[in-house]
């Protein structure tokens, strides 16, 4: 009895096992937007905004120790609402201040001049730029998520 049991249960495994793995590959699959490009250079990040006639998304974060930046990130740039909006409208540019992360010198120097240039005094601080690098808005953190930030940005942008 137990042989017989075993048996109608391997069997009843392999047939779910070939159902599965028989299903086509794109049934209903679900697109997810691409990762956006984020730039670390001030110079790529205004090149990419005239080629593609588009505004700069400047993010001034201490991505590894401010709380308030990693709930941007988390509740909205890495969220599908932002990354199909950044996609079509904005050229992002991160500008990082981490405690742990490791950076380079050079790195460090260019991100605390622009620190320095656009008079950050707080993270996170966004700065929405022209290609030419002058401001057009500046905002930061916002309750809300993905789809409230996003129309925010519209917005501040009309």
């Not at 599965?20 to 937007?33: F, L, R």
Request: hydrophobic letters at 45%.
């Amino acid at each position: 009895m137990k042989k017989m049991f075993l048996v109608v249960i391997a069997a009843l495994f392999s047939g779910i096992c070939a159902t599965v793995s028989a299903a086509p590959a794109d049934s209903k699959a679900v697109k997810k937007p691409a990762e956006p490009i984020w730039f670390t250079n001030m110079s790529q990040a205004q090149e990419a905004a005239r080629k593609e006639k588009k505004v700069i998304f400047v993010d001034f974060t201490g991505s590894d120790w401010c709380i308030w930046c990693v709930r941007l990130h988390d509740e909205v740039l890495s969220q599908p609402a932002f990354k199909e909006y950044a996609a079509k409208n904005l050229v992002l540019l991160l500008v990082d201040f981490p405690n742990k992360k490791p950076m380079t010198k050079e790195q460090k120097a260019a991100n605390n001049a622009l620190a320095q240039k656009y008079g950050i005094r707080g993270f996170p601080t966004i700065l929405i730029l022209n290609s030419d690098g002058q401001v057009l808005a500046k905002t930061g953190y916002r309750r809300g998520g993905a789809a409230a930030y996003v129309n925010h940005l519209k917005n501040i942008l009309k």
